[in-house]
Structure formats: C-alpha cells, structure tokens
C-alpha cells in the first residue's frame, strides 16, 4: 500500500507541475489545436482531381455515353473524349495528354441489359500510385453509380421493397 500512496504522490505531483507551467500547457494545448488544423493541409496535393483520361467506346450506345459522363463528373476524373480505338488512346498517352484510359466492349450495353456481367478494362500508367488509386476509385464509382440507375430496373420476381431497403 505504501508503494501505491508512493506513485500516487509522485503523479499528483508531476500533474500539478505540467498544469502550472505555461510553456507546457502552451506546447500541450497548442500543439494538439494546430496540428489538427494543419493535418489535412499537409495531405492536400496527395489528393488528385481532373486527371485527364480518354474513353474508348466501341459501344457507341446510350448507356456507354451514360458511363462516361458519370465518370467525367467524379472528382478525380476529366474524361479528355472518346477516341476510336487502343491505337489513338496508346499515342495520346504517350505523348503525356492523358494518364489512363477505360475501354468499353461492343457489347457493353447488350450484356448490362440482360443482367450479366460486363466487362470494362482500365490502363492507367503507373508513374504514381497516386493516378492508379485515383482512377480505379473513380472507374468503380461510375460502374457502381450506372449499376444502381440499371439494376433496380431488371428485377421481375422480387419485390422491389425489400431489395431497396438491403
């Protein structure tokens, strides 16, 4: 028990110290405001926004201009246009125009509408993660913005209720 009064004592004291020294409580109280206020400053120009990518739509329907506009209006996305093929989208990267590309299949819509999976194939170039978290964050966000306005549609045997509220 003696042990015990012993740290007890040696804490009451040590708390009474720091409460009645200003440079310690100004370093203390200071320190934890400012660098709250100064945390997301530092990360800001870790955050890319407008990237410029080109589409290649060989869909060429409603719903793949539907995607793409979904995708241009991310944060992190400028789509720079829709280009004819892997050839064109190839030369405007490597003249540095764009940092990435979405390729859209013919059968884009023709397999959205039946309610399989289709397929979209990304190429981003990799001279920093940054540009890759980027556009797969806004790749996937589109996709998954299109699925929301396309699925809901498809349903004929479930009740629409309990499939929106999951």
């Known amino acids: 028990m003696k042990r015990f009064n012993n740290i007890l004592r040696v804490?009451?004291?040590?708390?009474?110290?720091?409460?009645?020294?200003?440079?310690?409580?100004?370093?203390?109280?200071?320190?934890?405001?400012?660098?709250?206020?100064?945390?997301?400053?530092?990360?800001?120009?870790?955050?890319?926004?407008?990237?410029?990518v080109v589409v290649i739509d060989e869909s060429r329907t409603s719903l793949s201009r539907h995607y793409t506009r979904l995708l241009d209006a991310t944060p992190q996305v400028r789509v720079q246009g829709i280009v004819d093929?892997?050839?064109?989208a190839r030369k405007r990267m490597r003249k540095g125009e764009v940092v990435g590309m979405v390729y859209l299949p013919t059968n884009f819509e023709e397999k959205v509408g039946m309610g399989e999976e289709s397929v979209f194939i990304s190429y981003n170039t990799t001279v920093s993660f940054l540009y890759y978290a980027a556009l797969k964050e806004a790749y996937s966000g589109a996709m998954l913005a299109l699925d929301d306005e396309v699925r809901p549609s498809q349903l004929v045997f479930l009740n629409r209720d309990v499939v929106t509220s999951v």
């Not at 093929?85 to 064109?88: E, I, M, R, V, Y």
């Open 11 to 52: 804490a009451v004291y040590e708390y009474k110290s720091i409460l009645n020294s200003l440079p310690v409580l100004l370093v203390l109280g200071g320190g934890i405001f400012l660098y709250g206020i100064l945390y997301n400053y530092m990360y800001s120009p870790n955050i890319l926004e407008d990237v410029p």
């Open 85 to 88: 093929g892997l050839p064109q």
